[in-house]
């Protein structure tokens, strides 16, 4: 018998769908906005680059989510860009020192809104991926037994519970850090880690690793995070932040950015995840 913390892999729990009126409404003034934006300057190339994360990016296939997004935001802009993939943390690293203009799916917290500036257009929860012999049914009682480590990419930020979670285990030293998500998942089924955060756009990572037997998900009683282009205040003044911020709002408005969603997830995910 499952706990309320606990679900399913092949049942996983589906974000709240938010009142159709509302995001009409929405949708509409981000509409009008949209129609009387500046475009961006495009007197210079620029930069920007993807991690490897499941759904949002495969460095193997160069697709995903984030991939579909940034050339429609490319497209709409008619500016010239240089496109790469590296690891997370230097991401944040170079968008923090100007190195790099964009990047994409980021999610903001204190510290980075004093170099980053946002556009959002993903909202997805985090959940905590745990070993089923790790014996552990919540968060609580993973974190009551000493024996038992988390894996995590470098420089990676979740949601509130998760986050505390993370560093009170840090602090004891029970926090093992890598360079991307794929060496997490062979950590995971080695029992190398006992448990890892994974979002929607993992699942099928998991599944394809024949994880699914092996594991369960947590819920943390997190809220969603707003996941979003991400571009360094270092390089962009905040008068071209607002351009690019409306051409992503734009996206959002005419339903292309539910189009793209659509191709990986069912329809009431897609709504789900573009509905803020």
């Given at each position: ?31 009008a906005?949209?129609a ?17 994360h ?16 940034a ?45 980053a ?7 997805n ?33 979740y ?16 926090i ?69 911020r ?31």
């Amino acid at each position: 018998m499952k706990t309320s913390a606990e679900t399913n892999m092949t049942a996983h729990p589906k974000p709240a769908l938010r009142c159709w009126t509302a995001g009409l409404l929405a949708g509409m003034s981000l509409l009008a906005s949209a129609a009387g934006a500046e475009m961006p300057d495009c007197s210079r190339r620029f930069t920007l680059a993807f991690h490897d994360h499941g759904l949002l990016f495969s460095k193997l296939s160069q697709t995903g989510i984030d991939k579909d997004v940034a050339d429609e935001l490319i497209r709409r802009s008619g500016c010239a860009f240089n496109v790469s993939d590296m690891p997370r943390a230097r991401i944040w690293r170079w968008i923090e020192s100007g190195e790099l203009d964009f990047s994409m799916s980021g999610i903001s917290n204190e510290a980075r809104e004093k170099y980053a500036g946002f556009a959002w257009y993903l909202y997805n929860k985090y959940y905590f991926l745990v070993r089923k012999d790790a014996q552990a049914s919540s968060l609580v009682e993973f974190e009551r037994n000493p024996a038992l480590k988390v894996g995590s990419v470098r420089s990676f930020r979740y949601s509130r519970n998760i986050n505390l979670l993370i560093d009170r285990l840090t602090s004891q030293g029970r926090i093992t850090e890598v360079a991307d998500h794929e060496q997490l998942l062979v950590m995971l089924k080695l029992n190398r880690i006992q448990a890892m955060v994974i979002e929607p756009f993992n699942y099928s990572q998991v599944e394809n690793r024949a994880l699914g037997e092996l594991t369960r998900l947590l819920e943390s009683g997190d809220a969603p995070v707003l996941h979003g282009l991400i571009m360094s205040k270092k390089s962009l003044p905040e008068s071209e932040q607002r351009k690019w911020r409306a051409i992503i709002d734009g996206m959002r408005a005419d339903g292309t950015l539910l189009a793209i969603m659509r191709k990986y997830f069912t329809e009431e995910e897609a709504r789900a995840f573009t509905s803020f």
